[in-house]
Nanobody
């Protein structure tokens, strides 16, 4: 079992960038794929990006393709979400989640471990 902690959120102007970090504790982090999800006020939690346990498989929501990039460093037990060209519609609480599977899923019900979330606010 792993535990997750996100960081890196904040307030940024439209067009700006942020990099979110998800740091895991536990010995078997490289047996988990990791996903980033977000939830805006009054909306359902939605998938943003995911990465497989080796880092070779990545998947993105259409809304962030070309702007966001996910990567991982298993030695540091860290997954990064680089977010560029941010717009106000990206404002949400961002969560990382882990599932004990090789490939990342896009459904939040596939994930059984979640972090506490980090707020991202993009001003216009």
């Amino acid at each position: 079992q792993v535990q997750l902690a996100e960081s890196g959120g904040g307030l940024v102007q439209a067009g700006g960038s942020l990099r979110l970090s998800c740091v895991a504790s536990g010995r078997t982090f490289n047996a988990y794929s990791v996903g980033w999800f977000r939830q805006a006020p009054g909306k359902e939690r939605e998938f943003v990006a995911g990465i497989g346990w080796s880092g070779e498989n990545t998947v993105y929501a259409d809304s962030v393709k070309g702007r966001f990039s996910i990567s991982r460093d298993n030695a540091k037990k860290t997954v990064l979400l680089q977010m560029n060209s941010l717009n106000p519609e990206d404002t949400a609480v961002y969560y990382c989640a882990a599932q004990r599977w090789s490939r990342p899923g896009t459904d939040n019900q596939q994930y059984d471990t979640w972090g506490q979330g980090t707020q991202v606010t993009v001003s216009s």
